[in-house]
């Protein structure tokens, strides 16, 4: 059974960085797709970053520029780099671990907050 547990969140001022790890668990990682989506107050869950097995990405346009997605297989681990945070960033953001056949499993969610 997947684990995944995220880390990393907080509040930070606009303009700053923030880098959210979420580490894996219970699985074999590198046949899995990670990514992360993060949900705003009153909102729909959304897709922010994900990044396949093989390393390939794609953004969200509203993060593009900004934010990079990043793996490191030897560690379990996924991060997620934001900078130049928006106030529009606000939002719990969760870690995602998706293969077409073993089924999709997440994390417990870590509170980003962008504000002065």
């Known amino acids: 059974q997947v684990q995944l547990v995220e880390s990393g969140g907080g509040l930070v001022q606009p303009g700053g960085s923030l880098r959210l790890s979420c580490t894996f668990s219970?699985?074999?990682?590198?046949?899995?797709?990670m990514g992360w989506y993060r949900q705003a107050p009153g909102k729909q869950r959304e897709l922010v970053a994900r990044?396949?097995?093989?390393?390939?990405?794609d953004y969200a346009d509203s993060v593009k520029g900004r934010f990079t997605i990043s793996r490191d297989n030897a560690k379990n681990t996924v991060y997620l780099q934001m900078n130049n945070l928006k106030p529009e960033d606000t939002a719990v953001y969760y870690c995602?671990?998706?293969?077409?056949?073993?089924?999709?499993?997440w994390g417990q969610g870590t509170q980003v907050t962008v504000s002065s």
């Open positions: 995602n671990a998706n293969n077409w056949a073993r089924g999709t499993s």
């Open positions: 219970g699985s074999v990682f590198t046949i899995y797709t």
């Open positions: 990044i396949t097995s093989d390393g390939r990405t």
